[in-house]
């Protein structure tokens, strides 16, 4: 379970590069960017099954799943530029990242699965942090004149957060199946492109750069690690550690020189990490208590 805990962290720490990437990817609209992007996260699947051991006889895939993986990939994209079109950035972004903290408290409804008042209490922590991070140092201003941006920011999360606690119940799909999920996103990104956005393709070879950048990781690899992690590890020591996630771009961001560090990082770090550590405080701490038994 540990070890696909880590796995599943390291979708997080991938995402971390989304910012940064984008940034550098140009004027690309977000649709033809998503598209593109998950094409080459496409890609990435099918290069990865050339590698992987030959499997037995193939199992039906439930259609249940189709629409839990595309609902979540295209759906949380499509809601989140929806938000972002009908809101302010820095409060559509806080509600859209409540999915950690639904992922924590949603887990208790799972089969097997105890939630822990560790577990809460780490994803609040972290929530905290990121509030910190995304909010600049300004007060936050929910305006009802938003109100439907809003909505589509809370969708965003409910729709991250069902996907990965869903994709749990299915344990026995193998994480192939995302190759098909990052392509029927693509597909319905540039279906959204051509319908809704003016084409700007990237111009120099830095920003075609960054787009395989971020094909390859925080739209690529990160969402078959975050399938390992949902399905086989520690689902509320995940949820929490997730909110490292707009630290971690924070951090890219200032040491690539795009942002400046302040007391409100250093700050969000010691809430963040605190929090993902209280959350994870069995994870990390019940084997050696058992030893110490032994």
């Not at 094409?39 to 050339?50: C, D, M, N, S």
């Not at 809601?79 to 999915?99: D, G, H, K, M, Q």
Request: net charge positive.
């Amino acid at each position: 379970m540990a070890r696909a805990t880590l796995i599943g962290f390291s979708a997080v720490a991938m995402w971390a590069l989304l910012a940064l990437l984008t940034d550098a990817s140009g004027a690309v609209p977000p649709f033809l960017l998503s598209a593109m992007a998950f094409a080459i996260g496409t890609a990435v699947g099918l290069v990865a099954r050339l590698f992987a051991p030959p499997r037995g006889r193939r199992e039906k895939i439930p259609a249940q799943v189709w629409v839990i993986g595309i609902a979540g990939l295209f759906g949380y994209h499509f809601f989140y530029f929806t938000a972002l079109r009908n809101a302010p950035a820095v409060e559509a972004s806080l509600i859209a990242y409540l999915w950690p903290l639904l992922i924590v408290l949603g887990s208790a409804l799972m089969p097997g699965e105890r939630l822990a008042w560790n577990h809460v209490a780490g994803a609040l922590l972290g929530l905290a942090g990121t509030v910190l991070i995304v909010s600049r140092g300004g007060a936050l201003a929910f305006d009802a004149r938003y109100g439907f941006g809003y909505a589509m920011a809370a969708v965003c999360a409910l729709l991250w957060s069902a996907y990965s606690l869903l994709s749990r119940r299915f344990p026995a799909v193998p994480t192939s199946i995302v190759t098909w999920f990052c392509a029927a996103t693509s597909v319905l990104s540039f279906i959204c492109h051509l319908l809704l956005e003016q084409t700007v393709l990237p111009v120099t070879e830095g920003q075609w750069l960054a787009v395989v950048g971020l094909g390859l990781m925080p739209v690529g690899a990160a969402f078959y690690a975050w399938d390992i992690g949902v399905k086989r590890g520690n689902i509320q020591v995940l949820g929490a550690a997730s909110y490292a996630a707009p630290l971690l771009s924070t951090l890219v961001l200032i040491g690539a020189g795009v942002a400046e560090p302040s007391w409100r990082i250093l700050a969000a770090c010691v809430l963040i990490t605190g929090g993902a550590a209280l959350a994870a405080k069995s994870l990390l701490f019940g084997k050696r208590a058992e030893a110490a038994k032994a």
